[in-house]
């Protein structure tokens, strides 16, 4: 059965903190991993990795994928209160039949205080 | 442009009684999935439906169904509820129902089963 799984569950730092969020997966049929950010209800898309050692960077939030390991970090710098959320990671699996299916991890409770 | 909608926002049901739930996906999205998200948890998968067909079933009794309709909406069926069917229920539509597309998702609609 496939598995991702988030570390830690909740986490609370303050405003300017840097953070940085776990996802390891155990997996068949890697596709690709997905972070998302969700506030109230529909989770937002943040990134897409599918090569290992490639960063991708959106203003203040970096992530990457090792693929030998197993894992990805998603990296908050400077943080703002605006940034508290839950952060979602989902890994991409080929269920065949022409789709692909999303597992998701429990997720990661981020509360930045002021 | 619009993104992906659904409703109703909520809904109240007592034990037994079937829902309907509705989603529209993005102009131009084929794929539409289904999700269930009980509080603390991550998504997880229920279906995914591409070109009007199922393609991938995540693993849900059998008094779960989908289906998607010619203008790529879809709606999902349970019936005979039970209380743990309490959750918040996320679609997503995605361009295709490959892998390497992303899939954005819906505000969701939160049922509550008593």
């Known amino acids: 059965e496939d598995k991702v799984v988030q570390s830690p569950l909740s986490l609370v730092v303050h405003e300017g903190d840097t953070v940085t969020l776990n996802c390891s997966y155990e997996?068949?049929?890697?596709?690709?991993l997905l972070w998302y950010k969700q506030e109230k209800k529909a989770p937002t898309f943040l990134f897409m990795l599918?090569?290992?050692?490639i960063e991708k960077k959106s203003g203040r939030l970096s992530s990457i994928l090792d693929k030998k390991e197993l894992f990805s970090i998603l990296n908050i710098t400077a943080t703002q209160t605006g940034d508290s959320a839950v952060y979602l990671c989902a890994v991409v699996t080929y269920s065949g039949g022409g789709a692909d299916g999303l597992t998701f991890g429990k997720g990661t409770h981020l509360i930045i205080q002021p | 442009d619009a993104g992906v909608t659904q409703s109703p926002t909520h809904l109240i049901k007592t034990r037994g009684q079937h829902v309907t739930l509705r989603c529209s996906p993005i102009?131009?999205?084929?794929?539409v999935s289904w999700y269930q998200q009980v509080l603390g948890q991550g998504p997880q998968f229920i279906f995914q439906?591409?070109?009007?067909?199922?393609?991938g079933r995540g693993n849900f009794p059998d008094r779960f169904s989908a289906r998607q309709f010619p203008n790529y909406s879809s709606e999902l069926n349970v019936n005979a509820l039970l209380l743990g069917d309490s959750a918040l229920y996320l679609c997503?539509?995605?361009?295709?129902?490959?892998?390497?597309?992303?899939?954005?998702f819906g505000p969701g609609t939160r049922l509550l089963v008593l």
């Open positions: 997996v068949t049929n890697f596709r690709s």
């Open positions: 102009s131009g999205h084929k794929s």
């Open positions: 439906y591409y070109e009007k067909e199922e393609r």
């Open positions: 599918t090569s290992s050692g």
């Open positions: 997503a539509s995605s361009l295709a129902g490959r892998s390497q597309v992303t899939q954005y």
